[in-house]
Nanobody
């Protein structure tokens, strides 16, 4: 059983940056694919980025070139560095884990965090 905890959300002006963290205090995450997902108000949850257990990475088209996913196994943490933020990036960001997976299918992730709110507004 994983207990994923997201942090790093907040209120930022357009063009600003945030770094989200996803961590687990007891179970090593390096054997899990970790995905970042987001849900904007009134909209369905969408994929943002995924890093597989082997380090393969993918991004949603709208965040390519602006967001970077990475993992620090020593800190048991997966990060989402978000730059050049836009109002449409606003939403609750969730991390989720799937054991030994090459991808992050949103309907088949094994564990979810409770989310962290990101608000992009001037």
């Amino acid at each position: 059983q994983l207990l994923l905890v997201e942090s790093g959300g907040g209120l930022v002006q357009p063009g600003g940056s945030l770094r989200l963290s996803c961590t687990e205090s007891k179970v090593k995450l390096d054997s899990y694919a970790i995905g970042w997902f987001r849900q904007a108000p009134g909209k369905e949850r969408e994929d943002v980025s995924c890093i597989s257990s082997r380090g393969w990475i993918n991004y949603q088209d709208s965040v390519k070139g602006r967001f970077t996913i990475s993992r620090d196994n020593a800190k048991n943490t997966v990060y989402l560095q978000m730059n050049s933020l836009k109002p449409e990036d606003t939403g609750v960001y969730y991390c989720a884990a799937k054991f030994f997976s090459a991808g992050c299918p949103s309907l088949a992730m094994d564990y979810w965090g409770k989310g962290t709110l990101v608000t992009i507004s001037s």
